[in-house]
């Protein structure tokens, strides 16, 4: 069972999170502000945090950072009131892996919360299966039955990503600031180059497709 710290200073919502957590099938662990939740992960095995922002002691800010800063990569999902643009790319850059503002649709927190701890094994295993495909990241080879290929980085990085979430649509901005340099001048038509060559590279594999979502960007899409 996977045990989720939660850390929420409101005891509504702790007691609301836990209902949903133990529903749907998970330990759930409370902490009321940052401190009390850096001396759980002392003493406690801990998949996954759902975060608040504004707390008292240590807030959510913080404690993403301090744990960040000293190695930990545990999926933190953080949940907060604030809801503004800089508000999200603050959590993002100081660690978060995914940002939820309140009030919170439970069936998507959960949603999302099964898609960071997939995620998150994925990452510790380092290679992604999709049917008879495996990519596997420290070498950028994919295996299929019938060959074995390296791919030029960007080209595994891109169709790494894409595959560790099926179905979901990534903007060419999306994939450039997390692929590229964000200080590069390279346009977001390097991307559309290289889906062009995973397409052409890929075309005989029946275990997954690239498609172009008109207007947004692109999702890979496995073949059930």
Known sequence: MYQILVVEDDKNTRRLMSAVLTRTGYEPIMAENGEEALEILDRKHIDLIVLDVMMPRMDGYELTNTLRSNGCTLPILMVTARETQEDKKRGFIIGADDYMVKPVDEEEMVLR???LLRRSQIAGERKLTVGKTTLIYDSMTVKTPD???ELPQKEFLLVYKLLSYPNKIF??????????DTDSESEERTVDVHISRVR??????NDFKIITVRGLGYKAVPNR
């Open 113 to 115: 919360i099964s898609a």
């Open 200 to 205: 052409e590279r890929f075309r005989g594999n």
């Open 171 to 180: 903007t060419r901005r999306q994939l450039m600031d997390e692929l590229w």
């Open 147 to 149: 060959s074995v290929q």
